[in-house]
Structures are given as C-alpha cells and as structure tokens.
T-cell receptor, first 115, second 114 residues
C-alpha cells in the first residue's frame, strides 16, 4: 500500500537561508509521481513541484528543488533563499501510475520563516 | 471560472442533519477528487471520479457518505445523519491526469456539525 511520511511537524528557518523538508514514501508500484504542495494559513493548496519516478534529474521550479533519492525512497523539498511568505504548511504527496490514480498526502510540515 | 469552485464555503449544521457540498471543477478536467482535512492534518482521500464514474471510493468512511458526478463535471458530496466527527474542511480537486497530473484544489468547504 502507498504511504507518505513527513517526520518534521514543524521547522524554523531564518529569512534568506535554505531549508530542507523531509518526505519518505513507500510503494510497490515502479511508476509513480511525487508532488509537493504549499498550504498558507488562508487554506488553499498550491502545487509547487513534481518528480516522476523515471525522471533522471531532480526537479527544480524557481527557488524549489526536489532532492529525489529513489533507492532511499525519499523526496525532500529544498527551498532556497527563504522568504517570509514561505511560512505555511507543506505537504508531500504521491500518486501511483498503475491502479486508480489516487493521490495520498503526508501529515505535513509547518514551516516558519523568521525575519 | 478559471479555478475549482466549491460551495458553500462554510456550513454549520446540527447533528443528524443532511448536507450537500458542491464542487465545480476546472473546465475540461476529467478527474475529480474529494478530500477531507481535519485541523493540523494532511488531506485524507475520500473518492475519485474519472468522468461520471467513481474510479475509487475506498476512502469514504462509511455509508453515510456518498458522492455523485452525473454529467462528468460538477460533483456533489452528500453526508447523511451528520455527526460531530464529520466536522472538517472538505477539499475538492480536479486534474487532467497528464504527464504531471497535478491536482488543482478549490478553497474548500468548512463543515461544522454542532
């Protein structure tokens, strides 16, 4: 069965510093997609970045990059040059390609950027 | 509209009542998902539609919960005999299921059962 684990309930980072949010996953499907979403206090879920299981390179989107270590089944999100507006909940999610295309989410990490 | 629309944004009801939550996905998105999110938790999968049919309803907690998508666009989540434990934010998302297939979420319907 699919499983996503986020072990950091809360993280602090100083403004302009980089921060890594951890995510490990478990699946028996060789083909899957990994996603990160941001949820500010306003509540909307914002898509940040995607990594496919067969992608050779780590995904990058602006200040976001995904440190994908397939053998370790980890997909950590790296935010560079943190901004105050990055303070939010961050969720890791996975979708298996075979099966029903169900997405499952982790429990999230609350990031607080300090001025 | 351009995004996923959910109504109502807030619903307060009494224990035992029936509620309906509506989701209008992005035009052209064939996949539609319902999630439930309790305070401080991640979204919990409820049901997924591909077109008009429920492709996976394994997340529905019990038979008080039901969802439909009769014309393959708008979906309604129906909760019978509401209980206080049903209080949560109900999120709807739609997707094209393409290469990345990211979910586009609505702003959610906050349900409070008194």
């Amino acid at each position: 069965a699919q499983k996503i684990t986020q072990t950091q309930p809360g993280m602090f980072v100083q403004e302009k510093e980089a921060v890594t949010l951890d995510c490990t996953y478990d699946t028996s499907d060789p083909s899957y997609g990994l996603f990160w979403y941001k949820q500010p206090s306003s509540g909307e879920m914002i898509f940040l970045i995607y990594q496919g299981s067969y992608d050779q390179q780590n995904a990058t989107e602006g200040r976001y990059s995904l440190n994908f270590q397939k053998a370790r089944k980890s997909a950590n999100l790296v935010i560079s040059a943190s901004q105050l507006g990055d303070s939010a909940m961050y969720f890791c999610a996975m979708r298996e390609v075979s099966g029903t295309y169900k997405y499952i989410f982790g429990t999230g990490t609350r990031l607080k950027v300090l001025a | 509209g351009a995004g996923v629309s959910q109504t109502p944004s807030n619903k307060v009801t009494e224990k035992g009542k029936y509620v309906e939550l509506r989701c209008d996905p992005i035009s052209g998105h064939t996949a539609l998902y319902w999630y439930r999110q309790s305070l401080g938790q991640g979204p919990e999968f409820l049901i997924y539609f591909q077109g008009t049919g429920a492709a996976d309803d394994s997340g529905l907690p019990n038979d008080r919960f039901f969802a439909v998508r009769p014309e393959g666009s708008v979906s309604t989540l129906k909760i019978q005999r509401t209980e206080r434990g049903d209080s949560a934010v109900y999120l709807c998302a739609s997707s094209l299921l393409g290469h990345t297939g990211e979910l586009f979420f609505g702003e959610g319907s906050r349900l409070t059962v008194l």
